[in-house]
């Protein structure tokens, strides 16, 4: 059994977005009623919630974007640069509790305290870009978090899997040209799935190229697709590249019962993931592993494929 790490607060459900949008605080309810009911919450060590120090977030976004952000917070406006970002008063605090949880966890792994942790935490992030909200996200919390142990830790090779259904554009667009981050997206295709980039051409610039690999998938891709793009080329290519931390941006979009994309992934598919990624970090980076909820719509579905998730790196 590892030593796993498990971040979960009733405060994340106060980043409210109104009546009928997907990304809403019952999603962390479910989840939480899940690993109470299957003893995931009891087996795990609890990380601490905080507010993240605002440098680390200078680092990935600008001034003028959390000035904006902070602002529109304060002045109750119901967005953030797109329609489908919405937010709340709390909104700007509530990130900051998001981020800052991440970091403990990233801080809680370093140290050895726990050897793995998930944080069920919200508003997701990996939309986010330097400048501006997308796609529901205000900070890019997995981004933050490895340009944190890059500079702090002076760590030369992290990996982020993005195997959200949606492309993790502003992860990809922070470190693309870093050959430091390895980033690693299978999300549904382009020219059919939000956010419309994600290409297979897209692989870094300058020092950065080739530490991009998108695999986007065409509907229905479903568990036979993943796995495969998973056995030919992402594990051989993230063995290459020898992670000495390993960071997941998790969205259990690409569930096949999930309303915002048509991928048709199993539950049991997430932990077949997990388990590939548990031996990759125990290989090259001393099993030091955490993972970062991002989307997952359906809470049935959104329930159960956390809990096979934090049930594998309970099993690593
Ligand atoms: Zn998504």
New binding site residues.
Partial sequence: MARTGLAQDERFQRHLTGPHHPERPARLAAISKAFDERGIAQACSGIDVSRIDMDLVRRIHSQAYLDRLRQACKDGLSCIDVPDSEICRESYEIAQLAAGTVINAVEGVMAGGVDNAFCAVRP?G?HTERDRSM?FCLFNSIAIAAQHVIDKYGLERVLILDW???HGNGTQHNFEEDPRVLFVSLHGHPSIV?PGTGHEFERGRGEGDGYTINRPMLPPSGDEEWRRAFDDTILPAIDGFRPQFVLISA?F?AHKLDP??PLELDTETYGWMTDELVAVAKIHAAGRLVSIL???YHLDALADSASLHVTRLLDA
């Fill in positions: 997701p990996h796609g959200d259904v949606h939000y969205g979009d915002l994309a991002e989307g997952g």
